[in-house]
């Protein structure tokens, strides 16, 4: 049995703004690059648990190269480019959240 949307959206939402707390503290530090590659990589895995019509809605032809980069993460971790995180971080993340967010209204946590 699935969960429901809002208990998946939720656990994203809590990986992603622990990875962003994380990021405050600079990228300088390995372990902090280390510590917000997990957590996106758990959020990325928890949004695999929504159905995929309410996935597509929220990430459409974005949700594969999310994937690409969790596997890669999880799969290829040498290989992951600090540089590519950064970006993700300061670009791809505020707008996963407020995608999410709009989804569960707003009012999560």
């Not at 902090?32 to 929504?50: F, K, N, P």
């Not at 929220?58 to 600090?82: C, K, Q, T």
Request: charged content about 25%.
């Amino acid at each position: 049995m699935s969960r429901p949307a809002v208990e998946v959206l939720t656990d994203a939402l809590q990986h992603l703004e622990a990875l962003q707390g994380y990021a405050a503290r600079g990228l300088d530090d390995q372990l902090v690059v280390d510590a917000i590659c997990m957590r996106l990589s758990a959020a990325i895995e928890v949004l695999a648990g929504l159905d995929s019509d309410v996935r597509d809605r929220l990430f459409g032809e974005d949700w594969p190269l999310m994937w690409g980069m969790r596997n890669r993460i999880a799969h290829g971790y040498l290989l992951v480019d600090s540089g590519i995180i950064r970006q993700t971080i300061a670009v791809d993340v505020p707008l996963i959240v407020g995608r999410v967010e709009a989804e569960v209204g707003g009012d999560v946590l």
